[in-house]
């Protein structure tokens, strides 16, 4: 029982570098999501995807790039990193059917910019 | 932007009280859904109301969604130090994307 699995948990990276946030869920869900959580500001969505080659911008998703080319994986890429992405990212999936449905989170993946 | 107002933001009792927090918003959603997460921890589903007026009761845990579907609340009787987390209410429409609030961080003292 996996569920959504996100690697690494904690990464450090200096201003200007680049580095993929991995995600893979073993449930079969159509959609899948990235979130980013600062202190007090709640989740905030990067991108989403409701389906495999399906991609959509979030709320918040200048500085990322997403791919979906398969159901299980949802990787989150960070191009020329900036202390503003410093922040706690989750991935989640879920099956709509009707409504939003629920959806399962990974545990996290902790990002430090210095 | 629909936004969805949580209150209060932070929220300190002795074990054993009764608690109320809330999620209110100026739009109205087809579904509003309450998360709970543990330091370290993604957020874990506890409820999804879909009806206007609806109550849903989890043991010690009960929701509301409100009759015009624009707010919602979250009681727990008898909070005990396993309920502390942050509890998160998230509203959609259809099977659009979901908003978040900002959560109430709840800690129960023993």
């Known amino acids: 029982n996996a569920g959504v699995t996100q690697t690494p948990k904690f990464r450090i990276l200096k201003i200007g570098q680049s580095m993929t946030l991995q995600c893979t869920q073993d449930?079969?869900?159509?959609?899948m999501y990235w979130y980013r959580q600062d202190p007090g500001m709640g989740l905030k969505l990067i991108y989403y995807?409701?389906?495999?080659?399906?991609?959509d911008k979030g709320e918040v998703p200048n500085g990322y790039n997403v791919s979906r080319s398969t159901t299980e994986d949802f990787p989150l890429r960070l191009e020329l990193a900036a202390p503003s992405q410093t922040s706690v990212y989750f991935c989640?999936?879920?099956?709509?059917?009707?409504?939003?449905?629920?959806?399962?989170f990974g545990e996290g993946s902790r990002l430090t910019v210095l | 932007t629909q936004l969805l107002e949580q209150s209060p933001q932070f929220l300190s009792i002795q074990e054993g009280e009764n608690l109320t927090v809330y999620c209110n918003s100026s739009?109205?959603?087809?579904?509003l859904q309450w998360y709970r997460q543990e330091p370290g921890e993604g957020p874990v589903l506890l409820v999804t109301?879909?009806?206007?007026?609806e109550v849903k009761k989890l043991k010690r845990l009960t929701f509301q969604f409100g009759d015009a579907r624009k707010d919602s609340s979250l009681h727990i009787t008898a909070a005990q130090p396993g309920d502390t987390g942050l509890y998160l209410c998230?509203?959609?429409?259809?099977?659009?994307?979901?908003?978040f609030g900002k959560g109430t961080k709840l800690t129960v003292n023993p």
């Open positions: 989640a999936s879920s099956t709509p059917l009707g409504g939003p449905g629920e959806l399962f």
């Open positions: 449930m079969n869900h159509n959609y």
């Open positions: 995807s409701v389906g495999a080659g399906i991609t």
């Open positions: 739009s109205v959603f087809s579904s």
């Open positions: 109301v879909v009806t206007g007026g």
């Open positions: 998230a509203g959609g429409r259809g099977s659009e994307k979901l908003v």
